[in-house]
């Protein structure tokens, strides 16, 4: 489906994604690289990982109270245009012939950052700007162009660019940043909440009443905590993937990128295939085959020191996580109010991408103190783990968006 069939806002949210993704792909490639440049320490290379994911559990909460607070598009416009600045500071550091791990550390965090403002907001917006029949599909192409750009063109293409000037990568991500800035500025503006309470307490009190809306929906706690999971493996086995990449599949730059892309290319076909698949299937079952189905994923690459079939485990992974991401966000965004529906995506997502530094550091001590085999050992064993639990939590619940249960606030208790 075309972006333009969900409507000319929804296209430009899409359009501003899109083009903000394709820088960060940029750098899922190159961040690494230039990292392995510098030591061949997994736990150092794995840190790069665990600091992109560090401002979730330090701030992520945070952007929900203001999501709900001012007018979102001003807000995502904010956040690309600093992380312009940052990554075109970083972009001269290394163009002056800078190498640090610490930078780089440090650079990842400021642009995650950015990140915990403008994702979830994002995600935010989609409710007001499509129809509730139409949020499958408009989470569908947004999740799967995404993926597309970031994980498929973006890294394949950071690994050509860092091969022919080390800071290439950084400059694109940069401009990146600022044409998705100045997008999102033609998006429809939102309400401020009026009289907002700018106080410590304040912020604090609608940090804690979207954490306590998650938790008492028994299907957004589920959801969350398999997201969680996933995330946290996913994030366990990429931090690592480059040490594979090279030394298991004798791979170089461009080998690196194409081995990213594999998980990339697995997304993006369970993004085209989502809508149809839960249309045909239930919910709450295709969530716990997509657990299972990605723990199968991580054993066959742990298994295989063949790039192909390493390739091949990690595109189920991808198609596999695609589709409980594809649930999870149509069911948050259809079953809470607008009101809190920020507070409530931002408490989702610190608890998903808060997972990611913690599973990035568990991969990279694995893979210290025992073999980088193991780490994809560890993610099926904890995805295994799992599908069991999101099976009983899940049972008899109901998550289409169209459904009445939804329409009246989901299923509290």
């Not at 109270?65 to 245009?81: G, K, S, T, Y």
């Not at 950084?170 to 998006?187: E, M, R």
């Not at 170089?252 to 299937?281: C, D, M, N, Y």
């Not at 069991?388 to 109901?398: F, G, I, N, Q, S």
């Amino acid at each position: 489906m075309e972006p333009s069939a969900l409507g000319p806002s929804y296209a430009r949210l899409w359009t501003a994604y899109v083009i903000s993704s394709l820088g960060n792909g940029l750098l899922l490639a190159a961040l690494p690289l230039l990292a392995t440049s510098i030591t061949r320490n997994p736990l150092a290379i794995a840190g790069l990982t665990a600091a992109a994911g560090l401002p979730w559990l330090l701030v992520g909460p945070l952007s929900g109270a203001i999501a709900d607070r001012v007018d979102r598009r001003r807000a995502m416009a904010v956040a690309e245009f600093c992380r312009a600045a940052v990554v075109g500071l970083a972009a001269l550091f290394v163009l002056g012939g800078g190498e640090s791990l610490l930078f780089l550390y440090l650079v990842l965090i400021m642009i995650g950052i950015g990140e915990t403002i403008y994702d979830p907001i994002g995600l935010v917006m989609v409710p007001s700007l499509v129809g509730p029949s139409q949020l499958d599909r408009a989470n569908s192409l947004l999740y799967g162009s995404q993926t597309l750009v970031q994980r498929f063109v973006g890294p394949p293409l950071g690994g050509w660019l860092f091969a022919l000037a080390v800071w290439a990568p950084l400059g694109i991500d940069a401009l990146s940043f600022l044409v998705s800035a100045l997008v999102v500025l033609t998006l429809p503006k939102t309400p401020s909440r009026p009289d907002p309470e700018w106080t410590i307490g304040g912020f604090s009190d609608d940090v804690m009443e979207g954490l306590r809306w998650v938790w008492r929906d028994r299907a957004l706690r589920a959801l969350m905590l398999g997201d969680g999971a996933l995330h946290f493996t996913g994030a366990a086995a990429t931090s690592v993937l480059v040490l594979v990449a090279q030394d298991r599949f004798e791979l170089g730059a461009l080998g690196f990128g194409l081995t990213l892309g594999a998980l990339a290319g697995g997304h993006i076909l369970g993004s085209a295939l989502a809508p149809a698949i839960v249309k045909r299937f239930q919910r709450a079952k295709v969530c716990v085959a997509s657990v299972a189905a990605a723990g199968g994923g991580f054993l066959l690459v742990a298994v295989s020191d063949v790039a192909l079939l390493g390739g091949l485990g990690l595109a189920v992974v991808g198609f596999a996580g695609c589709q409980l991401d594809i649930v999870s966000v149509t069911y948050r965004q259809a079953a809470v109010p607008d009101r809190i529906r920020g507070r409530v995506m931002a408490g989702v997502l610190f608890v998903c991408h808060g997972s990611v530094p913690l599973g990035a550091i568990f991969g990279g001590l694995v893979a210290t103190v025992v073999d980088v085999r193991y780490t994809y050992v560890a993610a099926a064993l904890v995805a295994a783990a799992v599908a069991p639990y999101l099976r009983r939590a899940l049972k008899d619940t109901e998550l289409d968006p169209g459904s009445a249960g939804l329409a009246s606030g989901g299923s509290h208790g």
